[in-house]
Nanobody
């Protein structure tokens, strides 16, 4: 059974930083593209960043220059380092796993975590 468990969310002031972690089990981690998505209240889920199995990364324009995705295959964990946080970054953040190449499409990801709340105060 595949499980993705996010952690590291919380309340932070604007300009602050958080590092999210997502621990995976039940899959061959190194074979998967790992992605981060977020969903704010009343909005659709949107892509944040992805890390391909070959090492490439792709970051949404809204996060570029502030967020960095990284993975540790030995620990079956993917991270999202978030710096210079803004109130508009407030959302539930989800990690997801895909057997496809790097993609920003929700439909490409077969497995999802339960999410972790990030709240940025102004």
């Amino acid at each position: 059974q595949v499980q993705l468990v996010e952690s590291g969310g919380g309340l932070v002031q604007a300009g602050g930083s958080l590092r999210l972690s997502c621990a995976a089990s039940g899959l061959t981690f190194s074979r998967y593209t790992l992605g981060w998505f977020r969903q704010a209240p009343g909005k659709e889920r949107e892509f944040v960043a992805a890390h391909g199995r070959s090492g490439g990364t792709y970051t949404a324009d809204s996060a570029k220059g502030r967020f960095t995705i990284a993975r540790d295959n030995a620990k079956n964990t993917v991270y999202l380092q978030m710096n210079s946080l803004k109130p508009e970054d407030t959302a539930v953040y989800y990690c997801a796993a895909s057997l496809y190449y790097i993609s920003d499409s929700i439909g490409s990801y077969a497995y999802w975590g339960q999410g972790t709340q990030v709240t940025v105060s102004s």
